[in-house]
């Protein structure tokens, strides 16, 4: 069974929920975990907060290898309300950042998808609030149906082991 099977199976067994505070879902296969961090579902979609995929490999990738996964990762993922693009490669930190190429701008918040890529094989996504009154942000869940949840999954865990 994939992975997004594995954790759409866990989220079928435990839907609905709501209101009650964020549910880990995990699941791991041959050196790759996936994390959803989900705050509420029904039966046919769920409240995303953040989705991490790790993948247990020594070897650091190098900067034009995450390049490159950023690229992939940006020509997959077109079923989000938002299309995403690299912002910036950061050679010291060795890690690629990607966000919304068009941000939800309403009156001082800005939403955008963010999802961060590092050398040592870590992936993270998921969907930031920033006030620009207190210059602060903070990530807040985003909708997807189960359909859209496993793509993503299976979009991340292709790209990573690719």
């Given at each position: 069974m994939s992975l997004s099977m594995t954790i759409r199976r866990q989220l079928?067994?435990?839907?609905?929920?709501?209101?009650?505070?964020?549910?880990?879902?995990?699941?791991?296969?041959?050196?790759?975990?996936?994390?959803?961090?989900?705050?509420?579902?029904?039966?046919?979609g769920c409240a995303l907060k953040r989705l991490e995929v790790v993948e247990e490999v020594s070897r650091v990738l190098q900067d034009d290898e995450l390049a490159k996964r950023a690229e992939i990762l940006c020509g997959k993922?077109?079923?989000?309300?938002?299309?995403?693009?690299?912002?910036?490669?950061?050679?010291?930190?060795?890690?690629?950042?990607?966000?919304?190429?068009?941000?939800r701008v309403a009156d001082e918040e800005i939403t955008y998808y963010e999802l961060l890529a590092t050398g040592d094989r870590h992936t993270t996504l998921g969907r930031i609030r920033f006030d620009r009154s207190s210059r602060s942000r903070h990530h807040v869940e985003f909708l997807l149906s189960r359909d859209q949840l496993g793509m993503l999954i299976d979009d991340l865990v292709t790209t990573v082991v690719n």
């Amino acid at each position: 069974m994939s992975l997004s099977m594995t954790i759409r199976r866990q989220l079928e067994e435990q839907a609905p929920f709501h209101d009650d505070g964020i549910r880990d879902f995990w699941a791991t296969d041959q050196g790759v975990s996936v994390r959803c961090q989900i705050a509420g579902s029904d039966r046919y979609g769920c409240a995303l907060k953040r989705l991490e995929v790790v993948e247990e490999v020594s070897r650091v990738l190098q900067d034009d290898e995450l390049a490159k996964r950023a690229e992939i990762l940006c020509g997959k993922i077109v079923y989000l309300t938002e299309p995403l693009r690299q912002i910036e490669l950061d050679p010291l930190s060795h890690s690629v950042l990607v966000r919304s190429s068009s941000p939800r701008v309403a009156d001082e918040e800005i939403t955008y998808y963010e999802l961060l890529a590092t050398g040592d094989r870590h992936t993270t996504l998921g969907r930031i609030r920033f006030d620009r009154s207190s210059r602060s942000r903070h990530h807040v869940e985003f909708l997807l149906s189960r359909d859209q949840l496993g793509m993503l999954i299976d979009d991340l865990v292709t790209t990573v082991v690719n």
